[in-house]
């Protein structure tokens, strides 16, 4: 079936950077997008950005914009998502999440699913 | 402040109809983008409920349903169980933006 399965927690130091990795297994790799979307305790849901696995081009909501990488190796079917210049704001449950449409909604937007279990990143001094 | 806005709470007695709506504006529901649907349960993460407006994925009971109309959208449950006591976040894209955009999530209690 369908798998998106996340790297464990991390803890980091504020001005630390961090990397998230997603291995997806399944389906074809190439087939779909991957978006990253966090959580902060006690909130709700917000976009982060998306990678094409095809040609490693990235689109980012403009709040993460310079300061996360998002990168994928086909060889091993893994897509990381690494945040720099962490803040304390940043702590958050990061998932990651295949990007899907029909073939009569694409230009309508994607749904996200499945998605990965969630990583938990705690940015503490 | 999300860019989709849903109620905070909604509450409802087993077996009762309850609503979630879900308003955006001309950038992202209006200008005819898609709403989708999600549902998280304590601790987990979120799971798709709803695409493309009003379809089920496979093993969604049809107890869930959506409609989608102007700049909002809305998530109906009929048949209120216990189990869907969780979160609901509303998802679309936004062209101002250029990217995806949430709501700020619904908490439905079962009284």
């Known amino acids: 079936q369908v798998q998106l399965v996340q790297s464990g927690a991390e803890v980091r130091k504020p001005g630390a950077s961090v990397k998230v990795s997603c291995k997806a297994s399944g389906y074809t790799f190439t087939d779909y997008y991957i978006h990253w979307v966090r959580q902060a305790p006690g909130q709700g849901l917000a976009w982060m950005g998306w990678?094409?696995?095809?040609?490693?081009?990235?689109q980012f909501a403009q709040k993460f914009q310079g300061r996360v990488t998002l990168t994928r190796d086909m060889s091993i079917s893994t897509y990381y998502m690494q945040l720099s210049r962490l803040r304390s704001d940043d702590t958050a449950v990061y998932y990651c999440?295949?990007?899907?449409?029909?073939?009569?909604?694409?230009?309508?937007?994607?749904?996200?699913?499945?998605w990965g279990q969630g990583t938990l990143v705690t940015v503490s001094s | 402040q999300s860019v989709l806005t849903q109620p905070p709470s909604v509450s409802g007695a087993p077996g009762q109809r309850v609503t979630i709506s879900c308003t955006g504006s001309?950038?992202?529901?209006?200008?005819?983008?898609?709403v989708h649907w999600y549902l998280q349960l304590p601790g987990a993460a979120p799971k798709l409920l709803i695409y493309?407006?009003?379809i089920r994925p496979s093993g969604v009971p049809d107890r869930f349903s959506g409609s989608k109309s102007g700049t909002s959208a809305s998530l109906a449950i009929t048949g209120l169980q216990a189990e869907d006591e969780a979160d609901y976040y509303c998802?679309?894209?936004?062209?101002?933006?250029?990217?995806?955009?949430f709501g700020g999530g619904t908490k439905v209690t079962v009284l």
């Open positions: 990678i094409n696995p095809n040609s490693g081009g990235t």
């Open positions: 493309t407006n009003t």
């Open positions: 998802q679309s894209y936004d062209s101002g933006l250029s990217g995806g955009v």
């Open positions: 999440a295949r990007g899907d449409c029909s073939s009569t909604s694409c230009s309508r937007g994607n749904w996200f699913g499945p």
């Open positions: 001309s950038s992202n529901i209006g200008a005819g983008y898609d």
